[in-house]
């Protein structure tokens, strides 16, 4: 049965201003038991948003309708600035490429360490198929947000 993320209780309230704050968050979690109280594991989290992190720079695969592009530009600010409400579901092509597989949390902290490393090295930006063209600080301030979303449903655990 899947859970309804928009009503999950006591998930952390993360805030990064850098991909630097996101990866200290990571390697915060790595040091101990790690509880996932949404629908995802840790390693499926972990491997979304760094599939979302790679898709800025080469490109990604999901074409939005016109009506949702145009919604998207509307929405752009809010989104950078304010971040995202959980409960979203992906539908469609977006589903297939973006919920993620099964995955470790070894394997999910390998992808967003390598992720952030080619966003902090590599200069080039593809546009978002939601939000248009950005530029480069805008796409780290959506990852930023992004990550503040789904990282929010890791919280650590005493045993």
């Known amino acids: 049965m899947s859970i309804d993320t928009a009503r ?5 309230q993360p805030h990064f201003d850098k991909l630097e704050d996101i990866l200290a ?7 101990g038991n790690i509880k996932s109280l949404g629908n ?10 760094s599939t979302v992190m790679n898709q800025s720079i080469d490109g990604s695969p999901i074409q939005f309708s016109l009506i ?42 390998a992808e967003i360490r390598h992720a952030i490393h080619r ?12 939000l248009g063209a950005m530029t480069r600080e805008e796409w780290d301030k ?3 947000r992004h990550c503040e979303l ?10």
């Not at 789904?150 to 045993?159: E, I, K």
């Open 25 to 31: 968050d990571v390697e915060q979690l790595n040091r």
């Open 119 to 130: 966003l902090q090295s590599e200069p080039n930006r593809a546009p978002s198929p939601f």
């Open 68 to 109: 949702l592009r145009i919604f998207g530009k509307i929405m752009k600010a809010r989104v950078l600035n304010k971040g995202m409400p959980p409960g979203f579901q992906l539908k469609g092509r977006a589903a297939e490429i973006l919920v993620p597989r099964a995955t470790t949390w070894e394997s999910g902290l």
């Open 142 to 144: 959506l990852h930023c």
């Open 8 to 12: 999950v209780q006591n998930r952390r």
């Open 40 to 49: 995802w594991s840790s390693g499926q989290i972990l491997h979304h948003v």
């Open 150 to 159: 789904h990282l929010s449903f890791l919280v650590p655990q005493d045993n």
